[in-house]
């Protein structure tokens, strides 16, 4: 199972930005969504952000931007992205009996039978 990295951009409308990991992430932020904001809209923290992005310092870059945007960005790592191979149509129902829900079911019907 793959893992990814993900950050929700809270304009309007929100945007989402995957990347295979943390690191990568943090560039993707800094080129998709810092560096291609209107300087006009950044008030006197341009400059501070430029100087950032030139010097590779992504997060500082994102902060600095939030900050002079007033915008937020949620941060999420490893979270688990699934394929067929990692869960078969054909075993779910196999699978689901193995629950936490279907745990007392499956008792409670053995008890009644």
Do not use: C, N
Not at 6 to 26: C, F, N, R
Not at 45 to 56: D, V, Y
């Amino acid at each position: 199972m793959a893992t990814v990295a993900y950050a929700v951009v809270h304009t309007e409308p929100a945007s989402v930005l995957l990347a295979d990991d943390i690191e990568l992430l943090h560039r993707v932020l800094a080129l998709e969504v810092v560096a291609r904001s209107d300087p006009t809209l950044l008030g006197s923290q341009a400059e501070t952000i430029r100087e950032a992005l030139l010097e590779e310092r992504w997060g500082d870059a994102t902060v600095a931007w939030i900050r002079a945007t007033g915008t937020g960005i949620d941060v999420h790592d490893g979270k688990s992205v699934y394929s067929h191979d990692d869960l078969p149509a054909e075993l779910i129902g196999a699978q689901l009996q193995f629950t936490w829900l279907f745990a007392g079911a499956v008792a409670h019907r053995l008890e009644t039978s």
